[in-house]
């Protein structure tokens, strides 16, 4: 099966630049973001800055409750623990 790219088109440039303006950042992103249905401060405020009680549950990602037991033993057993996380912060590590 053929997969296609869709493209959505641009928000209009008056919505662009107001969102833009308010939130001090370049077209670009404020253009995903409309596209995103983030389209108010208040929106893309909870989006940059969630607060804890938006952000999904850590223990929906696989083996984490594995994770955590290892830590937990490390801990108790006067291990040492190496924290490894890759230089651009995308969140993928």
Same mark, same amino acid.
């Given at each position: 099966?053929?997969? !296609?790219?869709?493209?959505? *088109?641009l928000p209009p440039i008056n919505e662009i &630049?107001? /969102? %833009?303006?308010?939130?001090?950042? &370049? ?5 995903? /973001? /409309?596209? !995103? %249905?983030? &389209?108010? $401060?208040? *929106?893309?405020k909870k989006f940059f800055r969630p607060s /804890? #009680?938006?952000?999904?549950?850590? $223990?929906?990602?696989? #083996?984490?409750e594995a994770a955590v037991n290892r830590i937990?033993?490390?801990? +108790? &057993?006067?291990? !040492?623990?190496? @924290?490894? %996380?890759?230089? +651009? @912060? #995308?969140? @993928? *590590?």
């Amino acid at each position: 099966m053929e997969k !296609r790219w869709l493209y959505q *088109t641009l928000p209009p440039i008056n919505e662009i &630049n107001e /969102l %833009g303006k308010q939130l001090n950042i &370049n077209s670009y992103l404020t253009a995903i /973001l /409309l596209q !995103r %249905g983030i &389209n108010d $401060f208040e *929106t893309a405020k909870k989006f940059f800055r969630p607060s /804890l #009680d938006q952000l999904h549950d850590p $223990f929906l990602m696989q #083996d984490m409750e594995a994770a955590v037991n290892r830590i937990k033993s490390a801990i +108790d &057993n006067s291990e !040492r623990i190496l @924290v490894y %996380g890759d230089y +651009d @912060v #995308d969140g @993928v *590590t």
